[in-house]
């Protein structure tokens, strides 16, 4: 019988409008440690321009995408052709997939180099997407705060700390009423990897 989310112990962390479950340790430590380096060390990453306000601008964190080589994948003004996904972004992804039931064939990393780096308020409501997309977030590394913020009530908020081994599943209609963003930290001195799977129709 195939897991689902309401298997294990994720935490919704949205009172309305969309869902946003959170697995503290997803991976093991073993497991996290050893994911984190290889794939710092192998991935192909890069510093895009993207466009703001019609500003081009370097984005402030390191990017690679892999995936399906005819899922080309466009936001801020870039379009991103996929590398082939290594064994360990296979491993990574079909472990996900056991409780998300939802075949993802692309994934677009970030690299966050240390506290300097940050992403802006956003939501991931591109239309290759789908109507209601399911994300999935691993992150491997430093711990970063994720904020998330309601589009039409600016008082509805909630943040979450994505620590090594995570992952976070955003699903349902929370891209048509959720934004969310990772701000600039003085604090943060180490590198966080943040793995975000889509399904791109």
Known sequence: MVSEIS?????????????AYYFKNFFSKDESDFLFNIILAK??????????????????RLTAFHGELEMTYSYSGITMIPLPMSDELLFIKQKIETITNTKY???LSNLYRNGNDSMGWHADNEKKLGKNPSIASVSFGESRVLKFKHI????IKTE????HGSLLIMRDE??????HSISKSKKITQSRINLTFRKIM
């Open 7 to 19: 298997d294990y112990s994720g935490v919704n962390l949205l009172p309305q409008n969309g869902s």
């Open 152 to 155: 039409y009530n600016k008082l």
């Open 43 to 60: 991935t192909n990453w890069k510093h895009e321009h993207i466009k703001i306000f019609s500003k081009d601008i370097l984005q402030p």
């Open 160 to 163: 979450i700390e994505l620590q």
């Open 105 to 107: 064939n692309v994934v």
């Open 174 to 179: 929370t891209q048509h009423f959720w934004q």
